[in-house]
């Protein structure tokens, strides 16, 4: 069983930042991998992010070079950092934990201004 609560969403303009948080309720050595998706509305939940317990992280296109995936271990936390924020990038954002089977946090908004 693994709980997940993210944090760190809200308003921002086009070509600012974020840090979404994502606390787990265990080592993040027990997990197999944190990911981080998406859903705009109207859209279906994406990838966004993710890391691995051994530290490998990888990114889907559209946010390579903007977002980066960390954690700190000794918080069992997970960080996405959003730079270069986009309109098209607002959406819900879930953290998800893969161990015996996906765990899902509540999601957080985030919202980019034009």
């Known amino acids: 069983q693994v709980q997940l609560v993210e944090s760190g969403g809200g308003l921002v303009q086009a070509g600012g930042s974020l840090r979404l948080s994502c606390a787990a309720s265990r080592s993040l050595f027990s997990i197999n991998a944190m990911r981080w998706y998406r859903q705009a509305p109207g859209s279906q939940r994406e990838f966004v992010a993710s890391?691995?317990?051994?530290?490998?992280?990888n990114y889907v296109d559209f946010v390579k070079g903007r977002f980066t995936i960390s954690r700190d271990i000794s918080k069992n936390t997970v960080y996405l950092q959003m730079n270069s924020l986009k309109p098209e990038d607002t959406a819900v954002y879930y953290c998800?934990?893969?161990?015996?089977?996906?765990?899902w946090g509540q999601g957080t908004q985030v919202t980019v201004s034009s």
């Open positions: 998800s934990a893969l161990s015996s089977r996906d765990y």
């Open positions: 890391i691995t317990s051994g530290g490998t992280t």
